[in-house]
């Protein structure tokens, strides 16, 4: 199935999507000079809609099927080694089968992968990210290995979109969701305000009935309000992650039963961006903690030279315009004291690194990336977290099993996912050259397959292709500087057909839009937008 090109959709369909329309009501253009907010919703919401497209054509194209993949050589993460010669065979999203070269029965219509000469190794599980920017995330995920990701920010449209992957609908990696970020402040629509006991035990109880798979704790809470949200957790079966608070110790944090701790919150004391003065590796040692530390995270605090230098990079050509702006923007300001600052702090996580790994304290590759933070590059992200672990002290072994089978086991799914054994979620990667031996070769990707589905370095290139098309439409529009009436109209009427074949949208991109669309007099098509929100009382407030 061939992707069809928004930009060049039939005159039928504009003229149509006009004539729906008053022509009172439809502007001729949304001029960023007149209107900088409108103007930048409906670029974002335009580039969606056409990502949106992608991804229903790549689901559609990239079936699950049963498949022989013959003479890998099969890396056991668990054990740190890899078995040469050695076939496996897919079926129904599962490997049903693994065993020597030529010595596997597969169906007469399966698939046959030759991978002599490659290597074998479990999809990667980002273990932070957030999908609050572009489904091109989704994308770029797949496209760099990447087949399951933790979203430490939860909402209603994002369990859609989990569910929707889950089963087949949605071509992106599969997702584990916790509940909305609980803090004891307002930060808009990022965090639900916890401020007393009560508070906590109907937030956790609200995120346990409305599916999460787990509580998200922020920067601030008292620690009679956090003890609570333990508590209430624990009575519904879930797990508490996240930001150790201010007001609470690694030590506190380990006592509690935190399943992980992100960023290295507690280690560093927040206010002052140095390590903290408590003693955290002897809190540490032996804990039952897993400890995300987001490294690459830092990226965002990019200046100067380091900066000019990723806006050069190949990869940034995977980055939306909408997005490389923002970029080019903190590239050519000017270091301040608390970006120099924050910088800094990367120093410090390293050092700490370095001691928890040489106390064989558990870690997990994560990158903190799709929140919208600059000189962050979706999928490459979570093998530079790799890399990084390796040139911190793991082995290439140890650096792949923070994305792996530590993964897994953080998230208490031992064997569904993280190694390739019968059972397992077909979730594998074919690279070329061997992970054992430097956590660079996970750049070498020649296959990625996904649930079963199995896309070749050709048909990876191709969606890349097929996505950068889609920024080259975004280019022209803010190039121009105005986006034409006509576009909007047949944005719309692309946009009905995503929704009416199930697609979810985000609910803050849907509201900006429709925001926009109101101020351009256009109430009733701004209606519909709000109307297509997964939750109608999303607004800049508490998340429900």
Not at 153 to 173: H, K, M, V
Not at 434 to 444: G, I, M, V
Request: with cysteine; charged share 20%.
């Amino acid at each position: 199935m061939m992707r069809s090109n928004f930009a060049r959709v039939s005159a039928a369909l504009t003229a149509a999507a006009l004539g729906a329309m008053s022509a009172a009501a439809t502007p001729e253009v949304i001029a960023r000079a007149h209107d900088a907010e409108a103007f930048a919703a409906w670029a974002r919401l335009l580039e969606e809609i056409e990502i949106a497209e992608l991804q229903g054509e790549l689901g559609a194209r990239h079936q699950p099927q049963a498949t022989l993949i013959t003479r890998a050589a099969l890396v056991d993460v668990r054990a740190g080694d890899a078995r040469p010669e050695t076939d496996i065979l897919l079926i129904n999203g599962e490997i049903a089968a693994i065993g020597r070269a030529g010595h596997l029965a597969a169906p007469e219509d399966a698939r046959v992968i030759d991978a002599s000469g490659l290597f074998a190794i479990p999809g990667l599980t980002d273990m932070h990210v957030h999908g609050l920017t572009s489904s091109a995330q989704h994308l770029l995920n797949v496209a760099h290995g990447v087949t399951m990701v933790r979203d430490m920010a939860g909402y209603p449209w994002l369990l859609r979109q989990r569910d929707q992957a889950a089963a087949g609908e949605l071509f992106a990696p599969s997702m584990f969701v916790t509940g909305p970020i609980l803090n004891s402040f307002g930060m808009s629509w990022y965090a639900q305000v916890v401020e007393t006991e009560a508070d906590a035990r109907a937030a956790v109880t609200a995120h346990a009935e409305a599916g999460y798979d787990a509580i998200k704790v922020h920067n601030r809470m008292p620690d009679e309000v956090l003890a609570a949200v333990f508590d209430e957790a624990r009575a519904h079966g879930l797990d508490v992650v996240g930001h150790i608070p201010h007001e609470s110790s690694v030590a506190e944090a380990v006592a509690l039963g935190f399943r992980t701790a992100e960023h290295f919150k507690g280690y560093i004391d927040d206010s002052t961006l140095q390590p903290s003065d408590e003693d955290w590796r002897s809190a540490s040692r032996g804990a039952a903690m897993w400890n995300t530390p987001t490294i690459y995270a830092t990226n965002a605090h990019l200046y100067g030279e380091e900066a000019q230098a990723a806006l050069n990079a190949p990869e940034a050509s995977l980055i939306s315009p909408l997005d490389l702006a923002d970029w080019r923007a903190q590239a050519e300001g000017q270091a301040t004291p608390i970006l120099e600052l924050r910088r800094a702090a990367r120093g410090h996580m390293e050092d700490i690194f370095r001691v928890l790994h040489e106390d064989g304290a558990p870690m997990l590759a994560g990158t903190d990336s799709g929140g919208g933070y600059p000189f962050m590059v979706y999928g490459r992200a979570l093998i530079e977290e790799i890399m990084t672990f390796e040139r911190l002290g793991m082995s290439p072994a140890e650096a792949l099993r923070t994305a792996t089978i530590e993964s897994a086991a953080a998230m208490r799914a031992t064997g569904d996912f993280g190694e390739l054994r019968l059972g397992a979620r077909a979730d594998l990667v074919l690279l070329r050259e061997d992970p054992l031996a430097a956590s660079q070769a996970l750049l070498s990707i020649e296959t990625v397959c996904l649930r079963g589905a199995c896309l070749d370095r050709t048909a990876i290139d191709e969606m890349i292709s097929d996505l950068q098309a889609i920024y080259a439409h975004t280019a022209a529009r803010l190039d121009a500087d105005e986006i034409a009436g006509a576009d909007v109209a047949t944005g719309l009427e692309h946009a009905r057909a995503l929704i009416a074949a199930g697609y979810v949208f985000r609910d803050h991109q849907l509201l900006s839009a429709a925001d926009a669309l109101e101020r351009l007099e256009m109430e009733s098509e701004a209606d519909e937008l709000r109307g297509w929100m997964t939750n109608p009382d999303f607004a800049f407030g508490p998340i429900h």
